[in-house]
């Protein structure tokens, strides 16, 4: 491989138009909202806050905040979904594993998984990016429900007109 060249002022923005099909960048300076409308609810003592709902490649982007403990859902995916917890911590009933503030977690394509918050936990929040859809499923594997990212913008929608914000408040996070 030829050796890489040097460039000669690395400060210097780019220099050449963006490509003008380019979507904006999503730019959210506190991710962890200090308004409470932000927080979609999504059970019962659960809620999440989107960051970004990508409906052409289907996929989402999301805190998940959990202020109970217990078993949260039994779900199982298609895709790829990756984890990073922010706050507290949470396990699964089929693992030996616990995963803690700081801690990363990749859940690989077709595992099936109940989500568990300890007794002892106030307050969970984990970042997740789910790939492609979620399916709730009995503990023998009949699907109970699903989530795609359009169940997601659907729900933000209704939620933000309700709380006063807007329904077009979704806008900023999808793509």
């Known amino acids: 491989m030829p050796p890489m ?16 099909e380019t979507l904006p960048d999503i730019v959210i ?20 806050r ?6 052409s490649q289907g996929y989402w982007m999301n805190l998940l905040r959990v202020r109970r403990s217990g078993v949260l859902s039994r779900h199982r995916h298609p895709q790829a979904v990756h984890g990073f917890v922010l706050k507290g911590r949470w396990y699964y009933l089929e693992h030996d594993w616990v995963a803690e503030e700081g801690g990363y977690v ?3 394509p077709g595992e099936t998984h ?14 997740f990016q789910v790939n ?3 399916v709730y499923v009995d503990a023998y594997g009949e699907p109970l429900g699903f989530e795609d990212v359009f169940t997601k913008i659907d729900m933000c929608r209704d939620h933000y ?3 006063g914000l807007g329904a077009d408040y979704v806008d900023q996070f999808i793509r």
Request: net charge negative; glycine share 4%; hydrophobic share 35%.
């Open 5 to 20: 060249k040097v460039d000669p002022d690395p400060r210097l923005p780019y220099q050449h138009p963006m490509p003008k």
């Open 29 to 48: 300076p506190r991710a962890i909202p200090s308004d409470e409308r932000i927080w979609v609810p999504q059970g019962e003592n659960v809620w999440f």
């Open 50 to 55: 989107p960051l970004c709902l990508n409906r």
């Open 106 to 108: 990749f859940e690989p």
């Open 114 to 127: 109940t989500l568990v918050v300890p007794d002892d936990v106030e307050e969970m929040i984990t970042y």
């Open 132 to 134: 492609g859809i979620m």
């Open 161 to 163: 007109a309700k709380v």
